[in-house]
């Protein structure tokens, strides 16, 4: 588990826990109090956060057993029992709402996730979401996405370069935005233009963009700019799509459907613990 998700729980916990911790559990229950608990979904959906819970309870008691009877990105059925914990009757207390927290939230993607893709199921047309996540909880949405069967577009600013309308206008052009960066980034880099009409997909393809994103086109004007740059570029269609739109999309044969509405528009799973 990466240092960041530690981290993440940690700030977590300290939030919830505060200078003097749990006050209704600390005043129950001692350090030798040890109990048992099944987490369970209480709507059918696609698991997601299994390892972060885990990680949860391992950071608050370090000898909790924690078995998961299914993994993340499997389905559970409504009302099956998920997981099991063991430990200090504390920790498990403790960690039970962040624990519950993620795995919501990110269920609630990942059952989202797999909505995308059945729509889109024969097609060849990859699904990726795009930045459009909450601020210190990206690593954990996009996670979920993968977990639901659909793709990652770039993580950050820092990982990919994609040049967006407001990076035109600031340059002057594509062409000079394109020419100025390719000078200043390594060979190993793909460069992604967003566009908003043939005339600048094509400028985008004279100056060999690798990719090309199609922002907010439809209809006859996409199915044009898909004939001019198959095969020659990776074509990206995005600019609010979601699943009213989105096989009609992918029909005009685009490579990649990016849409935030993957991840925000996913409504949180309905998740529970019960004490044995």
């Not at 939030?15 to 005043?27: K, P, Q, R």
């Not at 389905?75 to 099956?80: A, L, R, V, Y």
């Not at 609630?108 to 909450?134: P, Q």
């Not at 979920?144 to 577009?153: D, E, I, P």
């Amino acid at each position: 588990m990466s240092l960041y998700v530690d981290k993440f729980i940690k700030m977590s916990l300290e939030e919830d826990l505060g200078l003097l911790g749990d006050i209704t559990t600390d005043n129950l229950f001692n350090e030798m109090d040890y109990s048992e608990a099944y987490i369970n979904f209480r709507e059918e959906a696609v698991i997601s956060g299994v390892e972060i819970a885990k990680r949860v309870f391992e950071i608050l008691d370090e000898n909790v057993k924690f078995k998961a009877f299914k993994k993340d990105g499997e389905i559970s059925k409504k009302g099956e029992n998920i997981i099991k914990i063991s430990g200090k009757t504390k920790a498990i207390l403790k960690g039970e709402r962040l624990a519950l927290n993620i795995m919501q939230r990110m269920s609630g993607i990942a059952t989202n996730s797999k909505k995308y893709m059945e729509k889109i199921e024969g097609l060849s047309t990859r699904i990726a979401d795009t930045r459009k996540t909450t601020p210190l909880f990206r690593y954990f949405e996009k996670l979920a996405v993968r977990h639901g069967g659909g793709s990652n577009h770039r993580f950050a600013l820092y990982d990919a370069v994609m040049i967006k309308d407001n990076h035109i206008l600031a340059a002057g052009s594509i062409t000079d935005a394109v020419e100025t960066i390719r000078r200043n980034i390594s060979h190993t880099t793909k460069i992604e233009v967003e566009v908003e009409n043939l005339e600048q997909a094509k400028e985008a393809l004279a100056v060999k963009a690798d990719i090309i994103m199609l922002d907010n086109i439809r209809g006859e004007k996409l199915a044009e700019c898909v004939k001019l740059l198959k095969g020659k570029a990776i074509i990206e269609a995005s600019g609010n799509i979601n699943l009213s739109n989105l096989e009609e999309i992918a029909k005009k044969g685009v490579d990649v459907i990016s849409t935030g509405a993957i991840i925000y528009s996913a409504d949180n799973i309905d998740i529970g613990m019960d004490f044995i």
